[in-house]
C-alpha cells in the first residue's frame, strides 16, 4: 500500500474519476444519474472499496493514507474557486444593489426554515444527534459546509454527500421545476433558489436562463454561505444538538 500512499495518487484519482463522469455525462446527453460529481463520488467509493479489500486493510485506512492526503490539496483549491461567482456578480450588481435587504431577508428566513424542515425530517427518519449535525449546513456550498459541520460536532462527510446529492436533484428536475411553477417569471427568485439548493451545479443552470438568475445564483452561494455560519451553530444549540 506504501506505493499508492502518496498525494499523487488522490489528485490523479480525483481528476481520472472526474472525466470519466464527464465522459458519461456528454455520451447520455445530460442524463442526471452521470453528472460528473456523482458519478466521480460512486466511482471513487467503489475504488477505495476494491483497494482496501486487495490490500486486506479497512476502506477507512485506505482513504486516510492514500486518498486524504491528495483529496486534501484538491479540497484547499475549492474555497478560492468560490470567488469565479464574483464575474456573473459584477455584471449584474446593479440587480444586487437595488434588491439587497429582499435578498438578505429572503436567505435568512429560507435557510432558518430549511434547518427546520431538516431536523423534522432527520428525527423522523431516525437520525441521532450526530447525523442531524451532518445535515443542517447542507444549504451551503461544500467547502463552507465541511468545515461548519465538523465545528458543530457533525459528519463533514455525510454533509459533502448531501451537498452532492442536492446538486445532482436540482440539475435533474431544475428544467421541470422551473416549466411546471413558471418560477422564471420571477429571474430574482429563480436565481436565489437554483444557487441556495443546488450550489455550484444549480449556479451553472442559473447561468443558462439569464444573467439575472445567475448572477441571483451566484449571490445565493456566497451569502448562504455567510447565513449559515452564523445560524447553525446558534440553531444547533437552540435545539439542544
Do not use: E
Not at 488522490?10 to 452521470?34: A, D, E, M, N, P
Not at 475549492?78 to 459584477?90: E, G, H, K
Not at 428566513?109 to 447542507?138: P, W, Y
Amino acid at each position: 500500500m506504501k506505493y499508492i500512499a502518496n498525494p499523487l495518487f488522490g489528485v490523479f484519482l480525483s481528476l481520472v474519476l472526474f472525466l470519466i463522469g464527464q465522459w458519461l455525462f456528454k455520451k447520455s446527453k445530460g442524463f442526471f444519474l452521470f453528472q460528473p460529481l456523482f458519478v466521480s463520488m460512486v466511482l471513487g467509493i467503489a475504488v477505495l472499496v476494491i483497494l482496501g479489500k486487495y490490500f486486506n486493510v479497512t476502506t477507512a485506512t485506505v482513504y486516510a493514507k492514500a486518498y486524504k492526503p491528495g483529496g486534501d490539496i484538491i479540497f484547499w483549491f475549492i474555497t478560492p474557486a468560490t470567488i469565479a461567482f464574483a464575474v456573473p456578480l459584477y455584471k449584474r450588481n446593479d440587480v444586487v444593489k437595488k434588491n439587497w435587504l429582499v435578498i438578505l431577508l429572503g436567505l435568512i428566513v429560507g435557510t432558518f426554515i430549511s434547518m427546520v424542515l431538516i431536523t423534522l425530517v432527520s428525527k423522523a427518519v431516525g437520525l441521532d444527534k450526530v447525523g442531524i449535525r451532518s445535515m443542517l449546513s447542507q444549504s451551503a456550498t461544500t467547502a463552507v459546509a465541511m468545515p461548519l459541520t465538523s465545528s458543530i460536532g457533525g459528519n463533514a462527510s455525510v454533509t459533502a454527500m448531501a451537498c452532492i446529492i442536492n446538486a445532482v436533484v436540482i440539475y435533474a428536475l431544475g428544467k421541470q421545476l422551473v416549466d411546471w411553477f413558471k418560477l422564471n417569471s420571477d429571474p430574482l427568485g429563480t436565481g436565489l433558489g437554483l444557487g441556495t439548493a443546488g450550489h455550484t451545479v444549480g449556479s451553472a443552470f442559473a447561468l443558462q436562463l439569464g444573467s439575472i438568475q445567475g448572477a441571483m445564483a451566484a449571490v445565493a452561494v456566497v451569502a448562504t454561505a455567510l447565513v449559515d455560519n452564523l445560524l447553525v451553530p446558534i440553531f444547533s444549540h437552540m435545539i439542544g444538538l
